[in-house]
């Protein structure tokens, strides 16, 4: 059943999964521009964008011939590993235990690394691996979490305008201020998104299950403040506990 709710909730969980990978891309592309040159970095984009292309088209007609309760379970758990490892390292993070994740950093330190190879005569090859691998990893996470969020019939397309909106704010804000968007506030970001990733996984599993849901999708929202009490508890919990026993480990 297609609501307001399971809309808004699609559009923006695809939204900020994809905003946060598609940043991470965008760092390692203007790294590989500002250094070697835009060529390479355009190349290598192009090049990983066709495959991302070729495995969606190959790949997206079978999820059709899926029963949608085996989908459903299927997508559930992978969104409920996926989400978990985010709030995981989400939780780690603002508790201090370990490092918050920093673009400028990662900018410096890709950088860093191609103007050491700059005087190699694959200097342009290399670059623009590092764009090709930098857009294919990251896209290939959109992907998922496009099909995983869009699992239920009719609200693949929403995902998907979820994602293409995600990938034309970066571009467009990374192209005008020509910097990393490190004041995008992305560990908030992934905190959140790992809460979102996770209730979705929770309830596709439980519509795998044939489990009835209390109001249908409006269970969505109360799953998802459920997790961010228990999270938000756990982080409490780790600060005073690491106060009191030992120094943050920082990594």
Same mark, same amino acid.
């Given at each position: ?13 695809? /939204? ?56 459903? /379970?299927? $997508? ?5 590993? /996926? ?60 992907? /998922?979490?496009? $099909? ?24 467009? $804000? ?78």
């Amino acid at each position: 059943m297609t609501t307001i709710t399971s809309i808004t909730s699609t559009v923006t969980a695809s /939204f900020l999964g994809s905003f946060v990978e598609v940043v991470e891309a965008f760092t390692i592309i203007l790294a590989v521009g500002v250094t070697q040159s835009w060529r390479p970095a355009f190349i290598g984009t192009g090049l990983a964008l066709a495959v991302l292309a070729v495995l969606v088209l190959v790949f997206g007609p079978l999820l059709a011939l899926i029963p949608i309760e085996i989908l459903q /379970f299927f $997508i559930g758990t992978l969104l409920i590993l /996926f989400g978990m490892r985010w709030l995981r390292k989400a939780i780690l993070r603002a508790s201090g235990l370990i490092a918050l994740h920093d673009e400028e950093r990662a900018f410096a330190a890709e950088t860093d690394a191609l103007a050491r190879r700059s005087a190699d005569r694959r200097a342009d090859f290399l670059a623009g691996t590092a764009a090709f691998k930098a857009v294919l990893l990251e896209g290939v996470e959109v992907v /998922f979490i496009v $099909i995983a969020t869009g699992a239920r019939p009719g609200m693949l397309p929403f995902a998907a305008i979820g994602a293409l909106i995600a990938c034309i704010a970066v571009l467009a $804000i990374g192209m005008l201020v020509h910097k990393p968007l490190s004041s995008v506030p992305e560990n908030t970001l992934k905190f959140i998104v790992g809460l979102m990733l996770t209730a979705f996984g929770i309830f596709w599993v439980g519509e795998g299950l044939g489990t009835e849901w209390p109001g249908e999708d409006l269970s969505l929202p109360a799953i998802f403040a459920l997790l961010a009490a228990f999270s938000f508890i756990a982080v409490k919990w780790l600060r005073q506990y690491y106060d009191t026993h030992m120094e943050p480990v920082a990594r």
